[in-house]
T-cell receptor, first 111, second 116 residues
Framework: SQQGEEDPQALSIQEGENATMNCSYK?????LQWYRQNSGRGLVHLIL?????REKHSGRLRVTLDTSKKSSSLLITASRAADTASYFC???????????FGTGTRLTIIP | GAVVSQHPSRVICKSGTSVKIECRSL??????MFWYRQFPKKSLMLMAT?????????EQGVEKDKFLINHASLTLSTLTVTSAHPEDSSFYIC????????????FGPGTRLLVL
């Protein structure tokens, strides 16, 4: 069952602006990951943040995790047209390889 | 590294026929593979977890006799949709992990199934 919800469901911004997407989950987690999916394609792993971490960076990506609020955010800075895609958060519980995906945010970067 | 392929990428079949989808890890051995289903503009729903040499573990509500999974080697898992119906039309995606307990899943490009 889906335990993650993301907002907004859809986001359109101008190229160069920053994009922020949020993810909320319901149960305790071991890790939270963000994935990108281009239309009709598979998922690409972006970043993993562990439950004992609060913030992580990778290039233009910044992920935060607040376990007390059971939420995470993904910030993409200086957006590019190629960032247009759907973004999903996914969580896994301690000792469990299974991922539970959020509902996703469809991001459109307007050139 | 960590490339996962799926074949076919698209398939159209008639109702009542069976369709086999292959998932291969090209440059690593995958102890565990996962099969997901995705409806248009929706999230991924886990169907089953497949471990090499053992029976797949199906999620609640997924018919194991309908969706047959075989994980015959450390680089290949197959999903067979038996007696396909139009409601089985969907995007099927597999993923694989390098080692047991790994949190990072590497996804295949997906297979779009259309049942007429």
């Amino acid at each position: 069952s889906q335990q993650g919800e993301e907002d907004p469901q859809a986001l359109s911004i101008q190229e160069g602006e920053n994009a922020t997407m949020n993810c909320s989950y319901k149960t305790s987690i071991n890790n939270l990951q963000w994935y990108r999916q281009n239309s009709g394609r598979g998922l690409v792993h972006l970043i993993l943040i562990r439950s004992n971490e609060r913030e992580k960076h990778s290039g233009r990506l910044r992920v935060t995790l607040d376990t007390s609020k059971k939420s995470s955010s993904l910030l993409i800075t200086a957006s590019r047209a190629a960032d247009t895609a759907s973004y999903f958060c996914a969580t896994d519980a301690e000792g469990n390889e299974k991922l539970t995906f959020g509902t996703g945010t469809r991001l459109t970067i307007i050139p | 590294g960590a490339v996962v392929s799926q074949h076919p990428s698209r398939v159209i079949c008639k109702s009542g026929t069976s369709v086999k989808i292959e998932c291969r890890s090209l440059d690593f051995q995958a102890t565990t593979m996962f099969w997901y289903r995705q409806f248009p503009k929706k999230s991924l729903m886990l169907m089953a977890t497949s471990n090499e040499g053992s029976k797949a573990t199906y999620e609640q509500g997924v018919e194991k006799d309908k969706f047959l999974i075989n994980h015959a080697s450390l680089t290949l898992s197959t999903l067979t949709v038996t007696s396909a119906h139009p409601e089985d039309s969907s995007f099927y995606i597999c993923s694989a992990t390098r080692t047991s307990g790994s949190q990072t899943q590497y996804f295949g490009p997906g297979t779009r199934l259309l049942v007429l």
